[in-house]
Nanobody
Framework: VQLQASGGGLVQAGGSLRLSCSASKRTSSNNGMGWFRQAPGKEREFVAAVSWNGGDTTYTDSVKGRFTISRDRSKNTVYLQMDSLKPEDTATYYC?????????????????WGQGTQVTVSS
């Protein structure tokens, strides 16, 4: 499975961005998908995840109420709508496909990773 993420960029604090990630194979439609991020000098951290059918979602506390994850199984695509962005959201964002159908916050639960898209939020 190959993942292609897009939608990153430079935005002012309070602004919005929508990340997209397309998977190359239909097999991803039966798996949970997620977004992680990594800021310079920091470890990769979980951001959001969605179950195989989009019915379940989970978020890290720092983005709850501001970010929304969704997916379109027919397009093998997962989205991350990011609103009210803050400078601390600046990072490279990675999409990923899970090993199973449910959601997980653990990176070990995911086995395919995209190349990352840069999000920079200026103050």
């Amino acid at each position: 499975v190959q993942l292609q993420a897009s939608g990153g960029g430079l935005v002012q604090a309070g602004g919005s961005l929508r990340l997209s990630c397309s998977a190359s194979k239909r097999t991803s439609s039966n798996n949970g998908m997620g977004w992680f991020r990594q800021a310079p000098g920091k470890e990769r951290e979980f951001v959001a995840a969605v179950s195989w059918n989009g019915g379940d979602t989970t978020y890290t506390d720092s983005v709850k109420g501001r970010f929304t994850i969704s997916r379109d199984r027919s397009k093998n695509t997962v989205y991350l709508q990011m609103d009210s962005l803050k400078p601390e959201d600046t990072a490279t964002y990675y999409c990923t496909v899970g090993r199973g159908s449910s959601i997980s916050t653990r990176s070990a639960s995911y086995n395919y990773w995209g190349q990352g898209t840069q999000v920079t939020v200026s103050s």
